[in-house]
């Protein structure tokens, strides 16, 4: 307060609106505090008794919780926790922490009025008279469930690549080595899969590798020349890539770019192209008689 | 222990071309690159070797171990003498070729490797700088 | 002179190549296997180029033609045993070989030409 009041107090009087002088304005400070709590809505600012019932609301609390002042206030604050928070004291333990080392801080899941979660940044502090008496709580709580979500993405997408680099080569049958293919087919992971695919080819000495694209999502001009690339490669080394798991809408793509697999056995199902590498093998899967 | 980290090899028989081959797999491999990696830049040599001795008749490979950002890498320096290269964009279209190869060997090496640079002119020879950088 | 060694296996040529041929190598290599044919007249040539660790454009391109005269000639020409390493960086560079049989090894190239079927070797 005192840091602030500083530059009003440096202000030449002559500067100074004769219609508004800056003493009054000073005076009114401490009516403008609450009132910036108040209307202030990207935080969820309230006060706590020591119990820790709801004293006072702000318009962020109401945006972000949901609940009108009216609805809450005199409630334990411990409704804005999941049951399973609840169920293990996560609201007392949270006054307790912030009683004993002056504040707390979190970032968790909380409940809005409505039932549905948000990921929040909550911090609460201790507000002590100046005889160190414990008066409340004061609570701030921040909406980062978008951060959270883009943090997830990210984290997601990384994921994805991690899970190429570690696709596993089965050896389905002896003879076929089946590549389950999930996600997005950029060059850099293509170029990882087409080495390990080839080494896998000849170590196991498989003269079938079955390509099964059944989880990647969609299949662009790129996507597809890394394909036929990865499929000239492994003929190369004497052996025959069946491209299977080409779905409906995979076939419409295709033959809507003008991408010509002609030269490329394909199938519709993993389970089509076993049969299809079966055959070739001169092998046959009967019932028990 | 201290790896040798540049050299240079004569390009003026046909032979020397395997010469040019196995030193680039020697520095390649002492730079720690992949089987792979070492299969590509190999590779690369030989079609700029050939290429040297194909057109100018004789040239000189220089193979510098570098690095950049922290990566490390190695550089290939192809120089020679010989008439040059009137169309550089030319060069590196698939197919085009004025000699006895196949139409791969420039377009072929700059896709095998991170970086090439061409700097030529009509009558003043020659130098094709390649790189390629260590996955980290 | 060369390093190749081609050797008759009842109605087959094998040819197998060292790990890293220099062009004149290459070159003895189109020479002997045609002269074989001639000679000999197996029903096929098997190109054993397991060793190989290089596969340039004027390599695979006399491979390539090898193969074709070999056709003209009345055989067939299998590929046996390229490294993935070699088989990455012949495709990055846009070598294909054409329409040449390929097999994992000389065994499966042997049986190919056996059960006188296509590109895929048989199961045992």
């Known amino acids: 307060m005192k840091k602030k009041s500083r530059p009003a107090n440096s202000v030449p009087p002559d500067s100074t609106p004769p219609s508004s002088p800056a003493q009054p304005l000073q005076a009114r400070r401490a009516e403008m505090v609450p009132l910036l709590v108040k209307s202030i809505k990207d935080y969820a600012i309230l006060l706590l008794d020591k119990e820790g019932k709801v004293l006072t609301w702000n318009a962020g609390a109401e945006r972000i919780k949901g609940w009108k002042a009216n609805e809450i206030i005199g409630q334990h604050f411990s409704r804005f926790y999941p049951p399973e928070d609840i169920a293990r004291g996560k609201a007392e333990e949270e006054l307790r922490t912030a009683r004993d080392e002056g504040r707390f801080e979190d970032e968790g899941w909380r409940v809005r009025k409505d039932g549905s979660r948000f990921w929040a940044n909550v911090i609460v502090t201790a507000l002590r008279d100046e005889n160190g008496q414990l008066l409340g709580y004061g609570k701030i709580t921040r909406d980062l469930t978008e951060r959270r979500e883009a943090e997830e993405k990210i984290r997601k997408q990384s994921q994805e690549i991690l899970e190429m680099a570690t696709v596993p080569i089965v050896q389905a049958w002896e003879g076929i080595v089946l590549v389950p293919l999930v996600g997005m087919l950029d060059s850099q992971r293509t170029q990882q899969l087409m080495e390990r695919l080839l080494h896998r080819v000849t170590e196991t000495n498989s003269p079938i590798a079955l390509l099964d694209i059944t989880g990647v999502p969609t299949v662009d001009t790129q996507t597809a020349q890394h394909l036929i690339e990865t499929i000239s490669a492994v003929r190369l080394l004497g052996a025959e890539v069946i491209l299977t798991g080409v779905r409906p809408v995979i076939a419409q793509t295709l033959v809507h770019l003008g991408i010509d697999l002609s030269n490329v056995l394909t199938r519709s199902s993993l389970a089509a192209g076993l049969r299809t590498a079966l055959e070739t093998l001169n092998l046959q899967v009967a019932a028990k008689q | 222990m201290t790896a040798v980290s540049q050299g240079e090899i004569q390009i003026a028989t046909e032979s020397d071309i395997l010469l040019a081959r196995r030193a680039v797999r020697e520095a390649a491999t002492q730079v720690g690159f992949g089987a792979t990696d070492v299969t590509r830049i190999v590779t690369a040599a030989s079609e700029l070797a050939r290429n040297t001795f194909l057109y100018a008749g004789r040239g000189t490979m220089h193979w510098t171990r570098c690095e950049l950002h922290g990566r490390e890498g190695l550089e290939l320096k192809f120089v020679d003498k010989g008439p040059g290269i009137p169309d550089i964009s030319l060069a590196l279209q698939e197919g085009y070729s004025t000699g006895k190869g196949l139409g791969m060997g420039l377009p072929g090496a700059k896709r095998l490797m991170d970086d090439m640079d061409i700097q030529s002119a009509p009558g003043h020879g020659t130098t094709i700088t390649v790189k390629k950088w260590r996955k980290t | ?124």
């Not at chain 3, 060369?2 to 009842?10: G, L, N, P, Q, T």
């Not at chain 3, 041929?21 to 045609?34: I, K, N």
């Not at chain 3, 397991?50 to 020409?77: C, I, K, P």
């Open chain 3, 1 to 124: 002179m060369s390093d190749i060694s081609v050797i008759r296996v009842r109605d087959l040529l094998m040819v197998t190549l060292p790990s890293d041929p220099d062009d004149a190598t290459v070159s003895a290599l189109q020479h002997q296997v045609l002269e074989a044919m001639q000679k000999r007249e197996p029903k096929g040539v098997v190109l054993d180029i397991s060793a190989v660790e290089t596969l340039d454009s004027f390599f695979a391109r006399t491979v390539a033609e090898t193969a074709q005269m070999v056709r003209l000639m009345g055989g067939r020409t299998i590929i046996a045993g390229m490294r993935p390493a070699v088989a990455i960086t012949a495709t990055q560079i846009g070598l294909t070989l054409g329409k040449i049989e390929t097999a994992l090894d000389v065994d499966r190239a042997l049986e190919m030409v056996a059960r006188g079927d296509g590109n895929i070797g048989g199961q045992k």
